[in-house]
């Protein structure tokens, strides 16, 4: 075709009626693409940003909370933590321990046969902080009014004591006033 053919059917009037038509879809397009449609993703981008920032905004809130609930009790229960300091020693100190021992079994016919101190670590400094334990076997023989009278003594004191073993076994003697032989494992706790 000639040129001057393709100029005289763009200035037809069939043409001119659609030309106004196509320009504007032609830039409505442009707008779509590089105006409208980076604010709409960039609308969501933000949208779901600010959904993200509201869950952590929660999580936050909520440890927030958490922190200032215990700071409070540390509040409350300032006053009382001699008594922690006391019923958990920083030191194993098996002689305060034992030295209970000794002050609960006064006034009772028990009489001691085997005392041993076990599963104590001095060497151990890994676990800072970190509640540790050790166990003090004891070999008794005598009743078992006496023996429970014993065991209330241990854990009305300060120090922190478990008895996480208790064993009754009669004597060779089979008459009722026969003391029991009672082997007792108690636990003591340092840090």
Do not use: C, H, W
Not at 46 to 53: H, R, Y
Not at 57 to 71: A, F, P, R, S, W
Not at 153 to 166: A, C, G, S, V
Request: charged letters at 30%.
């Amino acid at each position: 075709m000639e040129k001057s053919l393709i100029i005289k059917k763009l200035f037809s009037k069939k043409t001119q009626d659609y030309t106004y038509a196509i320009a504007f879809f032609f830039i409505f397009s442009f707008f779509v693409f590089y105006i409208i449609r980076p604010n709409l993703i960039t609308v969501f981008e933000i949208n779901s940003k600010i959904e993200q920032l509201k869950t952590i905004n929660k999580l936050y809130g909520e440890q927030i909370d958490k922190i200032v609930e215990v700071q409070s009790s540390f509040e409350e229960n300032r006053d009382d933590f001699f008594l922690l300091k006391e019923a958990i020693a920083s030191k194993p100190e098996v002689n305060k321990l034992l030295s209970d021992v000794d002050v609960s079994s006064e006034g009772s016919r028990l009489t001691s046969e085997r005392i041993a101190v076990s599963d104590i670590n001095l060497k151990d400094k890994g676990s800072i902080n970190k509640l540790k334990s050790f166990v003090i076997n004891l070999n008794l023989i005598g009743a078992f009014d006496d023996t429970i009278a014993f065991i209330n003594k241990i854990y009305n004191q300060r120090r922190l004591k478990l008895i996480p073993e208790l064993e009754f076994t009669r004597g060779q003697e089979s008459s009722e006033s026969a003391n029991l032989n009672i082997r007792l494992e108690i636990e003591g706790y340092y840090l």
